[in-house]
């Protein structure tokens, strides 16, 4: 997760820089299954080395009711130099990985240094990389999980509590009050279509990240809160026309463009992050195919290194 949480940030200056081609992921709906595929090519000039691959996601709703992931994905990673087939890649772990590492390289860029409590929406795949890339770049003391499945909140607690840096008491809350009344970092990794928070119950100085809505139809933050934080996001031009977060709020007139700011910006230093203890920082993610490159990209490298993975003639 550290070497990720490294290699998203990279993604995110090389995006915002402009040393990244990133077409607009192409949407394949698959209506009579409720299914929803995507295609997401990116090149990313790095300077510490060169990424080019594509992603395929699929994301089904049935799914879970079949016992299967929602999410599948694949990862074709591509020689950039002379566009051979390097790996294939599973795809639904490293999507898990990347977002939750790009979460963490936005905590680290926002996030008040002292922030020691953490509140987590979700208790799914994505939910738990959330919570391991916020242990990763803050000293997290104590980690609230709110999820509208108690089933799978306990699961999900008796899994990931004392791994890694994380705390060894994870605690489920009864309602999303509770889990967000005393946080410093909040990350919400739903699918839901209505805030899974009020904007009253945050206190000042909080940092949030968002991961879950990727559809204009879905708002996992309040607009009150949207309007009086400092916005980031991972691409802008992609948030504006697949994030309800973000589309909402600008059409209420509750947020200008022109005040969100890319986080590649701010890790990069060309666009302010943090402004006091006391503001309010928000980051939302919907997801950009320069993460999956730059993810792929360490994940082979790492994997040559250890011996891992099948070779196959090509």
């Known amino acids: 997760m550290a070497e990720c949480i490294e290699a998203m940030k990279r993604a995110y200056m090389a995006l915002s820089a402009g040393k990244a081609e990133v077409p607009l992921r192409m949407r394949l709906p698959v209506k009579p299954n409720s299914g929803l595929t995507i295609f997401m090519p990116a090149f990313v000039d790095d300077a510490e080395g060169q990424a080019l691959a594509v992603k395929i996601v699929s994301l089904f709703d049935k799914n879970p009711e079949r016992g299967l992931p929602f999410i599948h994905a694949g990862v074709l990673v591509l020689n950039a130099e002379t566009g051979a087939v390097e790996a294939l890649l599973e795809g639904g772990s490293l999507t898990a990985i990347r977002t939750g590492a790009g979460a963490g390289a936005a905590t680290d860029a926002l996030a008040r240094k002292d922030a020691k409590t953490l509140a987590i929406f979700g208790a799914g795949v994505q939910a738990r990389t959330q919570l391991a890339a916020a242990c990763e770049v803050r000293d997290i003391q104590q980690a609230w999980i709110y999820d509208t499945n108690p089933e799978q909140m306990k699961t999900f607690i008796a899994e990931m509590a004392g791994r890694g840096r994380i705390p060894k008491t994870l605690r489920a809350a009864h309602n999303s009050t509770e889990a967000v009344l005393d946080a410093d970092i909040i990350s919400s990794a739903t699918t839901s279509k209505v805030p899974v928070f009020i904007d009253c119950d945050i206190k000042s100085g909080v940092h949030i990240n968002g991961v879950g809505s990727y559809t204009l139809d879905m ?21 504006l026309v697949e994030s309800g977060d973000i589309a909402n709020p600008l059409q209420k007139g509750a947020l200008k463009e022109a005040e969100i700011a890319e ?32 993810a792929a990209q360490l994940a082979v490298q790492n994997a040559r290194k250890l011996g891992l993975g099948t070779q196959v003639a090509w």
């Open 219 to 239: 708002q996992e933050f309040p607009t009150e809160t949207v309007a009086r934080a400092r916005v980031t996001v991972d691409s802008r031009s992609a948030a």
């Open 263 to 294: 986080i590649g910006e701010v890790i990069s230093g060309k666009q302010p992050g943090r402004a006091s203890l006391d503001q309010i920082t928000l980051f939302k993610s919907v997801g950009v195919a320069v993460q999956d490159a730059m």
